[in-house]
């Protein structure tokens, strides 16, 4: 089974425990490992694939924990670059009593991973990269190696190349065009993506899904799925559109379980060439598509994404 390379930002989230205050009024707070490419490449780890990390972090005790919970995943961590001029990336976020949350990001070495240190990836080696940041198309290093990586994948014609562009509205309130633009480029040329209801309606200006999908299928080439929460996901896959149902759970945390969906389809396809991916009927996309809506829903049992990573198996496919 080939490796999955992800690609994008690792760093600390601090969460507030002081449940419905303010980040300026919260005292109490938690450390854990995040940032999405980080979580998608520990959730194929976790399930039996073999998945690497492109990203940078800080020489300061929080990068080398962060490369430790990796390893301890079983993420290679051969391309996480420990800098030593810039500290690691901190997301802090707290959950207001409206439901809204609080959030300020302090940016620091995941957004100087420079072209320089991308060229140095062997694309041969990968068959499928993930290119799943949240923070890389914001100005810096990152977001040129971001394009620079993509270059290189469409040199290719065996890698698969897959993208989740984990919109943050706090990351790109003021430059939402920016972000929009930089989305479709990607949209474009992969061959796998993943939305959200909210990132669907974004691309697209649609009102529905149901539009946004026909906007989608009709500007892109790609196997798409728009997660749907508890209701699961419609799989759109040669000119079709389906729901794929979701899975009745009692949900204690959300968080990750994007990144755990995304994190089951790519190591469904690891095994499989990108000539044998394109032939697959839409049937199996449906059986892969139901099987992450699984992990999706097992994250959601368990607070903290990582927390939850470590009760995911591939036996939940069974």
């Not at 990203?55 to 080398?64: C, E, I, N, S, Y």
């Not at 430059?175 to 479709?184: E, L, V």
Request: proline residues 3%; glycine residues 8%; contains cysteine.
């Amino acid at each position: 089974m080939k490796k999955v390379l992800c690609i994008g930002e690792m760093l600390i989230d601090m969460i507030c425990t002081d449940k419905g205050k303010a980040l300026s009024e919260g005292e109490n707070f938690i450390k854990k490992a995040g940032g999405a490419p980080a979580n998608v490449a520990a959730a194929i780890a976790v399930l039996g694939g073999n998945a690497e990390l492109a990203a940078k972090v800080g020489t300061d005790p929080f990068g080398r924990y962060l490369v430790e919970v990796m390893q301890s995943f079983g993420v290679s961590v051969k391309y996480v670059i420990q800098d030593p001029h810039h500290f690691t990336s901190f997301a802090f976020v707290s959950l207001m009593i409206s439901g809204e949350r609080d959030f300020y990001f302090n940016r620091g070495a995941d957004g100087q991973l420079h072209n320089t240190e991308v060229e140095a990836i062997d694309i041969s080696e990968y068959s499928i990269v993930h290119f799943g940041s949240a923070t890389a198309f914001m100005p810096g290093p990152l977001q040129a190696a971001y394009q620079s990586l993509l270059k290189k994948c469409l040199q290719s014609d065996e890698v698969l190349i897959s993208f989740d562009p984990n919109y943050r509205h706090f990351l790109y309130q003021n430059t939402p065009r920016s972000f929009i633009d930089q989305a479709w480029n990607f949209l474009s040329h992969c061959h796998f993506f993943k939305l959200s209801e909210e990132e669907a309606m974004l691309l697209t200006g649609a009102f529905n899904i149901k539009d946004a999908a026909a906007v989608l299928m009709k500007k892109t080439n790609a196997v798409f799925a728009i997660t749907l929460g508890k209701e699961g996901a419609l799989l759109a896959c040669r000119g079709e559109t389906g729901i794929v149902h979701g899975i009745d759970v009692k949900a204690v945390d959300a968080t990750g379980a994007g990144d755990a969906f995304v994190g089951a389809v790519l190591y469904q396809l690891s095994g499989k060439t990108l000539n044998q991916i394109r032939m697959m009927p839409t049937k199996q996309w449906g059986e892969i598509i139901f099987n992450a809506n699984k992990a999706g829903a097992r994250t959601c049992q368990y607070l903290g994404a990582m927390e939850a990573y470590q009760n995911l198996s591939s036996n939940i496919f069974e």
